[in-house]
C-alpha cells in the first residue's frame, strides 16, 4: 500500500470480506444476515461498505436515518434496506425510496398506515420493534394486541420482520437478563405471529449475540461492529479484522531542551532534551482530547510515540526522542501494530465512538479485495 501523504482512512475491503465471511460462518443455513451500515458504515464509508456487502451475498441492510438510506439508493444499492429510527416527516421520504421503516409505537404504527392509505399502498413492507428490556424504543407486551389489531385492520401494510435488541449480550455477568430477554421476545412474537396470520422474519441477536447465543438466531441476525472487525470479546477480536486504519505523516520536528513546553496550557512540561513531532490530526478530526497527555500513542515506523500535552483541533504532538524518523515520515494511529480497541481503552472509551468518530474531512482510501 502507497505511504500517506495526508492524514487518511484507509478502508480495506478485504478486511471487510473476511469479518462477513466469519459471522457468516456463525449462522446456520437457512437464517439471513442483515448488514447494519448506519453511520457512515461505522466511520468508515457507507456506500463502498455497502455495495461490497451486496457483492458478497447479504440479505438486508439497516441504518439509522432516512437520509442515509436514501444515500445507498441513490448510489445503486438494491437489497432490502431497514430504516432503525424513522421520523414522520420523512415517512413519504422512505416510501419514495423503497426504504423500509421500523414503526417502534402506536403512533408511528398508526401515522404509517394514514400515510400508506393516502398514497394507495397496499402490503407495504414495515418492521415491529419488541421492547424486551433495553428500554430505548419498542412495544411492551401489553401492546401486542392493539398492534396487532392495527395491522390486521389495513391492507396497507404487511410486517416484513419483528425485532428486538439485546441489551448486554457481551457480557456473561448479565447472561441471566440477555436469556430473559431472548425468552421474552420469543413469547411476544409468537403472540403477534398468531394474531397476524402469517410469520415475518424474526431477529434479536447483534454481533455479540451471534457469537454467545447461537441458538438465538430465529430466521435472522444483524451484525454491525463485527463486521468492521470487532467481537466485543478478547477471545474472538484476533479472529476479525479492523476494516478501518487511520494514518497520517509527521509535518514537523522540534527539539526541545529541559524546562520547554509543550501545546495549549503548556501541559507537556519537558524535563531532558526531547523531540517532538507534530501531525496534521485532532479533536476535529475526532482524536478527541482524552487521548492527550500520554494516555495514548501512535505509532511511527514500528515504534511507540505517545501523545503529549492536549490534543488541538487539528494537530497533536507526540514524543519521538527515542525513535528514528523525519519529517515526512507516515504515522499509523490505530489499525496494523495498534489495535483500535487498545487504542480506544487507553483513552476509557470504547470502539464503537472511536471509529463512528472519525469526520468527513479525513479522507477515505478504499483499499479493494485481493481475490489471488
Known amino acids: 500500500m502507497p505511504k500517506a501523504e495526508e492524514?487518511?482512512?484507509?478502508?480495506?475491503?478485504?478486511?471487510?470480506?473476511?469479518?462477513?465471511?466469519f459471522l457468516r460462518s456463525k449462522l446456520d443455513e437457512d437464517v439471513k444476515l442483515l448488514s447494519v451500515v448506519k453511520a457512515h458504515a461505522y466511520g468508515s464509508d457507507s456506500v463502498a461498505i455497502?455495495?461490497?456487502?451486496?457483492?458478497?451475498?447479504?440479505?438486508?441492510?439497516?441504518?439509522?436515518?432516512?437520509?442515509?438510506?436514501?444515500?445507498?439508493?441513490?448510489?445503486?444499492i438494491t437489497k432490502p434496506v431497514l430504516v432503525l429510527h424513522p421520523q414522520f416527516t420523512h415517512f413519504e421520504s422512505i416510501i419514495e425510496h423503497c426504504l423500509e421503516p421500523n414503526l417502534y409505537s402506536e403512533r408511528t404504527l398508526q401515522t404509517f398506515i394514514q400515510t400508506a392509505e393516502k398514497l394507495n399502498l397496499e402490503n407495504y413492507p414495515v418492521?415491529?420493534?419488541?421492547n424486551t428490556g433495553l428500554n430505548r424504543l419498542g412495544f411492551d407486551e401489553p401492546e401486542i394486541s392493539r398492534i396487532s389489531e392495527l395491522i390486521t385492520g389495513t391492507k396497507r401494510v404487511k410486517v416484513a420482520s419483528v425485532f428486538s435488541h439485546l441489551a448486554a449480550s457481551e457480557?456473561?455477568?448479565?447472561?441471566?437478563?440477555?436469556?430473559?430477554?431472548?425468552?421474552?421476545?420469543?413469547?411476544?412474537?409468537?403472540?403477534?405471529?398468531?394474531?397476524?396470520?402469517?410469520?415475518?422474519?424474526?431477529?434479536i441477536c447483534n454481533t455479540s449475540g451471534v457469537i454467545n447465543y447461537p441458538k438465538a438466531q430465529f430466521s435472522m441476525v444483524r451484525t454491525g461492529i463485527g463486521l468492521y472487525g470487532y467481537g466485543n470479546d478478547k477471545n474472538i477480536d484476533p479472529q476479525l479484522k479492523p476494516v478501518g486504519k487511520l494514518k497520517t505523516i509527521i509535518s514537523q520536528?522540534?527539539?526541545?531542551?529541559?524546562?520547554?513546553?509543550?501545546?495549549?496550557?503548556?501541559?507537556?512540561?519537558?524535563?531532558?532534551?526531547?523531540?517532538?513531532?507534530?501531525?496534521?490530526?485532532?479533536?476535529?478530526?475526532?482524536?478527541?482530547?482524552?487521548?492527550?497527555?500520554?494516555?495514548?500513542?501512535?505509532?511511527?515506523?514500528?515504534?511507540?510515540?505517545?501523545?503529549?500535552?492536549?490534543v488541538c483541533m487539528d494537530i497533536i504532538m507526540?514524543?519521538?526522542?527515542?525513535?528514528?524518523?523525519?519529517?515526512?515520515?507516515?504515522?499509523?494511529?490505530?489499525?496494523?501494530?495498534?489495535?483500535?480497541?487498545?487504542?480506544?481503552?487507553?483513552?476509557g472509551t470504547i470502539s464503537y465512538e472511536l471509529i463512528t468518530g472519525i469526520q468527513r474531512r479525513?479522507?477515505?482510501?478504499?483499499?479493494?479485495?485481493?481475490?489471488?
Not at 475491503?13 to 469479518?19: M, P, Q
Open 362 to 372: 479525513v479522507s477515505r482510501v478504499i483499499i479493494p479485495e485481493n481475490k489471488k
Open 171 to 203: 457480557d456473561w455477568q448479565e447472561r441471566e437478563f440477555t436469556v430473559g430477554q431472548i425468552d421474552l421476545f420469543r413469547k411476544m412474537s409468537r403472540q403477534l405471529i398468531e394474531n397476524l396470520g402469517y410469520e415475518p422474519l424474526l431477529h
Open 50 to 76: 455497502a455495495k461490497k456487502l451486496e457483492e458478497l451475498g447479504t440479505d438486508y441492510f439497516a441504518v439509522a436515518y432516512v437520509e442515509e438510506g436514501i444515500r445507498l439508493r441513490e448510489n445503486g
Open 127 to 130: 418492521h415491529i420493534k419488541l
Open 318 to 347: 507526540v514524543n519521538v526522542t527515542d525513535i528514528d524518523c523525519k519529517e515526512g515520515d507516515e504515522v499509523i494511529v490505530f489499525g496494523g501494530p495498534q489495535h483500535p480497541v487498545d487504542f480506544a481503552e487507553a483513552g
Open 253 to 310: 520536528i522540534r527539539k526541545l531542551d529541559n524546562g520547554a513546553t509543550v501545546g495549549y496550557n503548556r501541559a507537556f512540561k519537558v524535563e531532558k532534551p526531547t523531540r517532538i513531532a507534530t501531525l496534521p490530526v485532532g479533536h476535529a478530526d475526532g482524536i478527541n482530547r482524552i487521548y492527550g497527555r500520554e494516555k495514548a500513542g501512535v505509532f511511527i515506523n514500528g515504534k511507540y510515540a505517545p501523545i503529549v500535552g492536549n
Open 7 to 21: 492524514t487518511v482512512l484507509e478502508i480495506d475491503l478485504g478486511a471487510l470480506a473476511h469479518n462477513y465471511r
